[in-house]
């Protein structure tokens, strides 16, 4: 829950169930849609692959100059 509360896709409050008894019961509520919060994740995800695809086919280009 804290990544999603850190980027204010979640609302948390507490309500004690009893008076001075026990701890708190949190109740929690999304503050965007479920699926933009998903496709906000994809996104990332797929850019952080992107750049590992990329830092790779630089590797090959780099083996094919070695090789000649």
């Known amino acids: 829950m804290r990544p999603l ?9 507490s309500e ?5 008894k026990g701890r708190p019961v949190k109740y929690y509520q999304l503050t965007l849609p479920f699926s933009q919060i ?3 994740l994809e996104d990332e995800f797929l850019k952080g ?9 630089r590797l090959r280009e780099l ?5 000649n």
Not at 5 to 13: A, D, F, L, N, P
Not at 49 to 57: G, R
Not at 63 to 67: C, H, V
């Open 5 to 13: 509360r850190e980027r204010g896709w979640v609302e948390e409050r």
């Open 16 to 20: 004690k169930k009893n008076k001075g």
């Open 38 to 40: 998903v496709k906000v």
């Open 49 to 57: 692959n992107n750049e590992k695809m990329i830092a790779l086919k």
């Open 63 to 67: 083996e094919t100059i070695l090789q």
